[in-house]
Every structure is written in C-alpha cells, then in structure tokens.
C-alpha cells in the first residue's frame, strides 16, 4: 500500500498514526451513514467497509444508507437538516464538498458551514483513458491529435461538477486542448461509449476502468495521481506525461452536520481511525481501488479550504455551471 502522506502534507492535511483518541462520547441508537450517490460506485463500498468496522468500535451499527442526485446535494442536505448529534453522518467527495458550491447556483447549503469534518477517509486517483480506435499512444500524441482538431473531441464524465469532470477539465486548461463535455448518468454509460469511440478521452477512477486496460479494451494514458499506481504500474503518471500541474486525486471524507460538539467529533473521529488502522479494513479499500487515509478533524478543515480554492478555480476557468 503507497502512502499519500506527501500528497495530502501538501493540501495542509496531517495523517494520524493508528493511535485510538479519547472518547467521552457514544452513539445511544444506530448511526446513519449517508452516501449521496446510488450502490455500487468506489464511494458507497468505502462507506460500507468503513462502517461494518465502525460498527463494533462504538458499539451501534452504522447503516449505510444511499440518497443520490443533484450531484450529492440531496445526500448532503439531508445530514445538513439532521440533528447535530453523532447519530447521522456524510461520506462527503470531492464534487459536493468544494466544486458544488461553485456550479449550482441555488444550492441549498454552504458545505463549509453547514458540515463539520470529523477525518478524512479515503483517496482514489483517477485515470485518463482514450479508446483504442484513436491512433495515438501518449498522452502528449493525444494533446497534439486534439489541437488539430479545435472544438472536434469530446470528453465524458460521470456528471457536471464530479471529480471525473473536472479533473479532465483541469488537464484540458493545462494542455490548452479545446474539447466537449458530455455529462454522464454514471462513469459506467461513459466508458462504455468510450469503449465505443463515440467519446474521445475520459479521466476516470482507476478502480472503474482497470479491468478495461488490463483487457485492453482502452489504451490509458496517465494516471493522476502524483506519482504512478500500483493497480496499474505501467502506466506513467500526469507528470512523467508532460503535465505535472494537471495532478489530481479524488478523495472521501466524513463529515457530521454543523454544530456538533466537540466531544461528539472526537468520538465519531477515534471509530474512523480505528476503523482504518485496520488491516482487514485497508485490504479491502486496495481491491477497491483506494486507499484508507485517516486525519484529525483541524488537519481535514485545513485540507478542504485548500481544496475548494483549487477546484473553485477550475470551475471558473473552465467555465462550469448547472441550471
């Protein structure tokens, strides 16, 4: 398993060691683990597997329970509306906790108000993809093939403001490519018609396309992440391709709705590093395709303000906005 400790030092966020802290408080009923997408994507496993070892840890099951769409505003809202009382949480990603607030103009809440964050809990890179109809084999052959053809390529993602959207887009800025998007319901719908050739490039979480490059169904053309990736270690990272600026990792965190005391976070806090000081835990997170990283409540706050500031940027240069 690599460490992210580089990675994450650099968005102000401090890893804990698998050290319990101390806990002044426990949950009375159930707790609530609301992932605000449908089953089955990298988010919603880390949230089960996190949560089946939480469970015992404070001594009440955490249910995960998933409430998607309007890219994990509805999710979020509902731990926003909760009660401020450890028995409700939020695996926040990416897209709704720093990008959202950005692109939606109406959007029912301040993320960085209205939650407060209790650790971090996972990171996942992303990779970029092209299918294998489209003769090039770099990802500097790709930027040469796209600037031929201004405003002729398309690039897909599995909806306005999530990770894989602007992750692309950040590398689309940086390579100075003139490319479409084409949102998805999904990573899935995209990379089949990636597959397909009716898209043209994708960034996509490695989980969701390493079986796809490993039949060769795709030919990926950089991974990311700052440095290459163990799921696929042949494939050279954004920066070895030529655009170290583009880095990118999605992540996932958890996060209690505004105004829970302090001695409900710290409790919440030691469940989530027990949990992923695991190794069970961590096993299944890496066939996941991410990888378990823990944090103090402060050490996450800093990291998501460094965070909203990158993504509010691309948001803003790339022009990304939702009705």
């Not at 996509?204 to 696929?232: E, M, S, W, Y």
Request: net charge neutral; charged share 15%.
């Amino acid at each position: 398993m690599r460490s992210r400790r580089s990675l994450l030092a650099a968005g102000g966020l401090t890893l804990l060691p698998g050290v319990a802290l101390a806990q002044s408080w426990e949950p009375s009923r159930p707790i609530r683990f609301v992932v605000p997408f449908v089953a089955g994507g990298s988010t919603d496993v880390a949230a089960r597997v996190i949560a089946e070892r939480m469970g015992p840890i404070l001594g009440q099951p955490v249910v995960v329970e998933n409430r998607g769409g309007s890219g994990g505003n509805i999710g979020g809202e509902m731990v926003v509306r909760a009660a401020p009382d450890g028995h409700t949480i939020l695996m926040g990603v990416t897209g709704l906790l720093t990008t959202n607030p950005h692109i939606y103009r109406a959007m029912p809440f301040d993320p960085a108000k209205d939650l407060a964050p209790v650790s971090m809990a996972y990171t996942s890179d992303l990779v970029i993809v092209v299918p294998n109809s489209l003769p090039v084999r770099t990802l500097q052959e790709f930027v040469s093939y796209a600037k031929a053809r201004p405003g002729q390529l398309s690039f897909g993602s599995s909806g306005h403001g999530a990770s894989t959207h602007t992750a692309a887009e950040l590398f689309r800025l940086q390579a100075g490519v003139d490319m479409q998007h084409v949102p998805y319901r999904g990573s899935g719908a995209a990379i089949n018609d990636l597959m397909a050739g009716t898209i043209q490039m994708m960034a996509i979480q490695i989980a969701g396309a390493v079986g796809q490059i490993r039949d060769g169904q795709v030919k990926a053309l950089a991974a990311t992440g700052p440095r290459r990736h163990p799921l696929i270690p042949d494939v050279p990272s954004i920066g070895e391709a030529g655009f170290p600026g583009a880095v990118a990792t999605s992540w996932g965190c958890v996060m209690a709705p505004g105004g829970t005391p302090a001695p409900v976070i710290a409790g919440l806090n030691r469940a989530v590093v027990e949990a992923l000081a695991t190794p069970a835990v961590q096993l299944r997170l890496s066939g996941a395709g991410v990888d378990g990283e823990a944090s103090t409540p402060e050490a996450l706050a800093a990291f998501l303000e460094t965070e909203r500031e990158k993504w509010g940027r691309v948001v803003r240069e790339a022009r990304i906005s939702v009705e």
